[in-house]
């Protein structure tokens, strides 16, 4: 970034995530925080400038790191557009900047009261999947590491002190934040559960598993067959979080062949260019079909 860049870049109104963390973090769990925190930004100022007539560029404003300590992840943001190859501030608005923020701890707060209800709705759930997984990604970082914290401020720059001022601070513990990921999955089982299946109800048979949990997503070694579907073994991923528990608990039952045990579950199927199904995406699991019992078992078990 050239100086003078960084010069601009420091005078406009910015944002300070602090991680404060005191254990080694894995990089891409780091890079995920930052990068979800930086898809919420875009997101709230595409909408804020639909709201209010804003520029129609609103939605090119990228966050950009000015500075980065060390002890912790201290890491101060602001806000910029790229123009011609250089990176022009966006000066004119520190509350919008604020607004965002605020907006964050409404979203981190909601999260934490969806984990203490003793209930979860449909209609509980007031934010998009891709906004509770960006935050869930945010939180997770602070809640699974002991005695951190997460820090959101908003520095604007003071021209007559050539100082920064601190015009916002808003301080989540481990604890919070570990309550906030709890309620983020809640919520986004509920989500799960609301999107809709290809196949219903189809008996699923493991053909080979992984030692660990079912992925939802990447390279995956899981195979199953159901074979009102395809005869073949085809890579098979678990969406709901309840589900991963659930199944995994079966896999790792030594009484049972895994191999032999039936799971009656709802799936999305995709399928290559020539029609064939090539991917199974387990969106419900309503029951689990032991080898040796001949009949249906309570799925909460």
Request: hydrophobic share 35%; proline share 4%; charged share 30%.
């Amino acid at each position: 970034m050239k100086s003078s860049s960084l010069e601009n870049l420091m005078k406009a109104p910015r944002i300070r995530l602090h991680l404060d963390v005191s254990e080694p973090v894995e990089l891409v769990e780091m890079t995920l925080a930052f990068q979800g925190f930086g898809y919420e930004y875009q997101d709230f100022i595409k909408s804020h400038a639909k709201e209010t007539g804003g520029k129609a560029n609103a939605g090119d404003v990228r966050l950009y790191i000015t500075k980065i300590e060390s002890n912790c992840i201290l890491a101060e943001l602001a806000p910029a557009l790229p123009l011609l190859g250089v990176l022009a501030p966006v000066l004119s608005d520190v509350n919008t900047v604020a607004d965002f923020i605020r907006n964050m701890k409404d979203s981190i707060d909601w999260m934490k009261a969806l984990a203490q209800k003793d209930d979860v709705r449909t209609d509980d759930i007031i934010e998009s999947k891709r906004k509770i997984n960006n935050i869930k990604n945010i939180v997770n970082l602070v809640g699974k590491n002991k005695d951190a914290s997460l820090g959101l401020d908003v520095l604007r720059y003071e021209e007559t002190s050539g100082k920064d001022r601190a015009i916002l601070e808003i301080k989540f513990t481990n604890a919070e934040c570990r309550q906030a990921e709890q309620g983020a999955m809640r919520a986004l089982e509920i989500l799960d559960n609301k999107e809709s299946a290809d196949r219903e109800k189809v008996l699923m048979y493991f053909y080979q598993t992984n030692t660990d949990d079912p992925k939802t997503s990447g390279r995956t070694g899981d195979k199953a067959i159901i074979s009102s579907i395809s005869k073949e073994p085809l890579s098979v991923y678990v969406i709901p979080e309840v589900a991963h528990q659930k199944i995994r608990y079966v896999l790792d039952d030594k009484a049972h062949n895994p191999l032999q045990t039936g799971f009656v579950v709802d799936v999305n199927i995709e399928k290559d260019r020539k029609g064939m199904p090539r991917i199974y995406r387990v969106m419900r699991l309503h029951d689990v079909i032991y080898g040796d019992e001949g009949g249906d078992i309570d799925p909460e078990r």
